[in-house]
């Protein structure tokens, strides 16, 4: 399969998880069209391939430059006049897992030594990326911005945990939030879901208080309006048995 892929450089420096990579060509196009398939090429961010032997080693574009071996800053003559042979381009790789027998891990168990040749990461090895074991129920929440590559997210390992999600103000938090919970109940699990477990989502924007919000409707929620200014008793959150509270001042 590794011979299919379209060969971009070669690594020519080690540094801890980082690697640069000599490019053959001084191509930076932004797409490249390989055996059919419109592929992403190596740009900030974009996924490549170092081959060792039987192990992919992935990773994502750090940083690129382009050197001149012939002229530098310290040149007295200042002769900057583009020579092909004397123009290197130098990819900085970062180093994220493996795909081992046809398995994707995040692993720095691999080092890329030098020597290795780049490939351009295929839809294949994508597909081993970000997918998910077969048979893996999983919720599909939408692509990657860099390769369009469909991510879907296995049910019981990412709402069976703990979830954070981080960003500034207006980067998406409170929409993915969302369209998190509503792929949850859009799945066919929705019904047991409901059956079983209860969802308590404190709103202090009150952006979730809507008639349509993880289109559950009025039979399957119920909004409390909680306020501590008013000395009149007001709603109270339900709760089960008991909950410690700690107040800190
Ligand atoms: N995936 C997305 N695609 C397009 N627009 C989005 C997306 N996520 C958020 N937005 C828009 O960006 C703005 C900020 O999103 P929001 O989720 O409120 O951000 P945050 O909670 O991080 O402050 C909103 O106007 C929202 O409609
Ligand atoms: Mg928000």
């Given amino acids: 399969m590794t011979n299919l892929s379209k060969k971009l450089g070669v690594i020519v420096g080690v540094d801890g998880s980082l690697s640069q990579v000599g490019m053959y060509s001084m191509s930076n196009d932004s797409q490249l069209i390989w055996y059919g398939e419109v592929l992403t090429g190596p740009k900030i961010g974009a996924?490549?391939?170092?081959?060792?032997?039987?192990v992919r080693i992935i990773a994502t574009v750090a940083s690129e430059k382009?050197?001149?071996?012939?002229?530098?800053?310290?040149s007295v003559e200042f002769d900057n006049r583009f020579h092909k042979n004397s123009i290197n381009r130098v990819i900085t790789l970062k180093t994220k897992g493996v795909i081992e027998k046809n398995k994707f891990q995040i692993t720095s168990q691999y080092v890329p030594?030098?020597?290795?040749?780049?490939?351009?990461?295929?839809?294949?090895?994508?597909?081993?990326?970000?997918s998910l074991e077969p048979g893996e129920d999983s919720i599909y929440i939408g692509k990657s911005l860099l390769e369009g590559q469909p991510i879907n997210i296995p049910?019981?390992?990412?709402?069976?945990?703990?979830?954070?999600?981080?960003?500034?103000?207006?980067?998406?938090?409170?929409?993915?939030l969302h369209k998190v919970y509503l792929e949850?109940?859009?799945?066919?699990y929705r019904s047991s879901i409901l059956d079983s477990s209860q969802f308590f989502v404190i709103d202090f924007n009150g952006e979730y208080i809507g008639k349509d919000t993880f289109e559950i409707d009025e039979s399957?929620?119920?909004?409390?309006?909680?306020?501590?200014?008013?000395?009149?008793?007001?709603?109270?959150?339900?709760?089960?048995?008991?909950?410690?509270?700690?107040q800190i001042f």
């Fill in 47 to 54: 996924f490549l391939t170092i081959n060792q032997n039987d």
């Fill in 66 to 74: 382009v050197v001149d071996q012939q002229n530098t800053v310290r």
């Fill in 113 to 130: 030594m030098v020597g290795n040749e780049v490939t351009l990461t295929t839809k294949e090895e994508l597909d081993l990326i970000f």
């Fill in 155 to 176: 049910i019981n390992k990412f709402f069976a945990s703990h979830i954070g999600i981080f960003g500034n103000t207006g980067s998406g938090k409170s929409n993915t």
């Fill in 220 to 246: 399957n929620k119920k909004i409390f309006e909680i306020d501590t200014r008013s000395t009149e008793v007001g709603q109270k959150i339900p709760i089960k048995n008991h909950i410690y509270l700690i």
């Fill in 184 to 188: 949850l109940f859009r799945s066919r």
